[in-house]
């Protein structure tokens, strides 16, 4: 395959990954490394978890994949800041690395940037929220109606009577 045309889909998905060896030591960067971190570029030779503090305490999760006892690693809505300061959410999986032979022979970490589906639902969760504060007053004012509707029927009783 054409390695602009790749690159294309690199860069129009926001797609990066780096490969480890059974070490989890990066080989190999490629894709819009620049969603990784400012520090991408200088991680080959550093451990994933350097990269990738987010998968400290996932260890045993990375050696089932190195062992061949888990397919896959996934993590969602990463929160990462930019050098400028914006937040990205990221989503990356870790699957084996499998040499010409089959054999297991690291990981491939698959990151993908999300800023804008993260954004999107982080909004929806906000409006639902507000839509439930809504309701709620609403249904505060009901009762208070409810209640005064009441009073007013009780006290046209007694003015009948």
Known sequence: MDDALIQQIWRARS??????????????????????????????????YDLFPELVGREEDLH????????????????????????????MEDLPYRDGAGQIA????????????????QQVTQNRNQLQLVQEWFERQNQELVAANLELHRLSELKTQ
């Open 64 to 91: 089932a994949i190195l062992a061949g006892e888990l397919s896959s690693l996934k993590l969602s809505y990463i929160n990462r800041e930019t050098p400028t300061g914006e937040t990205r959410y990221l989503t």
């Open 15 to 48: 797609i990066a990954f780096a490969l480890t060896g059974p070490d989890l030591v990066v080989r190999a960067l490629h894709g819009q490394t620049e969603i990784f971190a400012a520090k991408a570029g200088g991680c080959l030779g550093c451990s994933l």
């Open 106 to 121: 690291g990981i491939l970490h698959l990151v993908q940037d999300i800023t804008s589906q993260g954004a999107l639902e």
